[in-house]
Nanobody
Framework: QLQVVESGGGLVQAGGSLRLSCVAS????????MGWYRQALGKERELVAD???????RSADSAKGRFTISRENAKNTVYLQMNSLKSEDTAVYYC???????????WGQGTQVTVSS
């Protein structure tokens, strides 16, 4: 069974940076699509960014220009570098790993990111 584990969340001041990491372990199969979603209190979960093994990236408008997603295919690891953080970025950030777009995939437990203004 694939396990997805996030790390790197925390408390940061507005304008600061954080780097999230996620490892999908327990399978020798490379997960084609890995990415990050977030859910703020009282809101629905939304895509932040995802990346395929080929480097295709989808990202939310709110992330463009501030967040950078990258991955190491051989390690089934994905990163999210978040710069110029705003209070509205405060949320639980979840990592997802899947083989195809549209699949439910495997989810991590989430890591809290809190941006203080």
């Amino acid at each position: 069974q694939l396990q997805v584990v996030e790390s790197g969340g925390g408390l940061v001041q507005a304008g600061g940076s954080l780097r999230l990491s996620c490892v999908a372990s327990g399978s020798s199969t490379t997960m084609n699509i890995m990415g990050w979603y977030r859910q703020a209190l009282g809101k629905e979960r939304e895509l932040v960014a995802d990346i395929s093994t080929g480097g295709d990236i989808r990202s939310a408008d709110s992330a463009k220009g501030r967040f950078t997603i990258s991955r190491e295919n051989a390690k089934n690891t994905v990163y999210l570098q978040m710069n110029s953080l705003k209070s509205e970025d405060t949320a639980v950030y979840y990592c997802n790993a899947r083989q195809l777009y549209g699949q439910y995939g495997f989810w991590g437990q989430g890591t809290q990111v809190t941006v203080s203004s």
